[in-house]
């Protein structure tokens, strides 16, 4: 949704109706995933993508038709080898698509609610019937339990308070997924099935130290979507102009910072300083937090002598495991834009559970993280 907000937000203020089309659910090996969407305004003009290309003019044509008044639909496109080519998903594998039309004012307001929520990264999430004993494209939009205001329903209060229950759960982790329900919201009943798409703010990428490595691995953090931080002491370094892609540039001690800013679980941080002043500290505050990732420049010998510092520092065998390092992949990198690649690689690793080889070298699924995965 992100990379086409700009372009619904528009057509929702300008008051263009369109279509919108959503990956829901993706068996095997497809080329986008569960949450893509793409639009499809009165004018025939589309943005976005549901498959990288490969069923995009059906989907357009069945978009035109929600437009024309037939009602949400849920589509389904799936290959076997006589039928490859025929559907186009070439790739191998199944994708379900919602396609649910924005015609009337009051449908594009409330959706612009839902967009200005995710423009201003406030954490949201929508709920749409997908089938069964509820009206499909019914819509729920979900906030935090601390935030009022929750537009729409999907038919009854009882299937109402569980998806709400549930969106919550699933947006503290950033998940999205399709949960079934009775028809009055009973559990471990699939009379119902809802599609939640969450929006929590992105991940952040939080990189001390600011050399030109630095300035890479902030590049490439902003390319993969996350919300980049650079944080040096050094007024000299820590400037706008050296790090134009960050999201924020912080003068202060790097321990000191780390301590007092935001870090979850979905948050990544990079010491690039390799200064035992600045990296003792910052580590120690580091492996207090719950990052999903913790990468460390330097040298073998500087690895080595800085596990040495921290074991002195009251640091135990457990948490000195959660330390990648010496940072990235082997990829052979010289440049400081090559190690930045080769971060990015592990870190990508590290969230999806590859093992950092060839795929050529492989057998067995090519996608981590689902039993679905394309083999």
Do not use: K, N
Not at 112 to 138: K, W
Not at 162 to 187: P, S
Not at 234 to 247: L, N
Not at 332 to 341: D, H
């Amino acid at each position: 949704m992100r990379d086409i907000l700009p372009a619904l937000r528009a057509r929702c203020a300008e008051g263009v109706p369109f279509a919108l089309a959503t990956v829901v659910a993706v068996h095997g090996s497809a080329p986008r995933d569960p949450g893509a969407v793409m639009a499809v305004d009165a004018a025939g003009t589309v943005v976005g993508s549901v498959s990288g290309g490969c069923v995009e003019g059906d989907v357009y044509e069945v978009a035109r038709e929600v437009l024309a008044g037939a009602g949400p639909r849920v589509v389904s496109y799936g290959i076997s080898d006589d039928e490859a080519f025929g559907t186009g998903l070439t790739c191998g594998g199944t994708i379900e698509v919602l396609v649910r039309g924005y015609a009337a004012a009051a449908e594009r307001e409330d959706l612009a609610t839902v967009l200005d929520l995710i423009a201003a990264d406030r954490p949201v999430a929508e709920a749409t019937v997908l089938s069964g004993a509820a009206e499909t494209g019914a819509r729920l939009v979900v906030r935090p339990a601390d935030t009022p205001g929750s537009p729409g329903t999907l038919g009854s209060e009882g299937l109402d308070a569980a998806v709400t229950d549930d969106a919550r759960g699933l947006l503290a982790q950033g998940h999205t997924a399709i949960q079934w329900y009775g028809a009055h919201g009973q559990r471990r009943m699939q009379e119902v099935a809802v599609f939640v798409r969450t929006y929590a703010p992105p991940p952040r990428m939080l990189v001390f130290g600011a050399i030109d490595h630095a300035a890479a691995t902030a590049r490439i953090g902003s390319f993969l979507g996350y919300r980049v931080t650079v944080c040096d002491a050094r007024p000299a370094f820590a400037t706008r102009e050296r790090f134009p892609t960050a999201d924020e540039v912080v003068r202060a001690w790097p321990h000191t910072y780390l301590e007092s800013t935001e870090v979850d679980a979905r948050t990544v941080i990079c010491v690039l300083t390799h200064d035992p002043r600045f990296d003792v500290p910052l580590l120690v505050a580091a492996l207090r937090t719950p990052a999903a990732y913790i990468g460390v420049m330097g040298s073998r010998r500087t690895h080595h002598d800085r596990l040495a510092r921290l074991r002195a520092a009251g640091v135990d065998e457990t948490h000195l495991g959660r330390l990648a390092s010496p940072v990235g992949l082997d990829l052979g990198s010289r440049t400081p834009e090559e190690t930045a690649v080769s971060i990015a690689a592990e870190i990508i690793q590290h969230r999806w559970g590859g093992t950092g080889r060839p795929l050529g070298e492989l057998t067995g699924a090519i996608h981590h993280g689902g039993p679905d995965a394309q083999e």
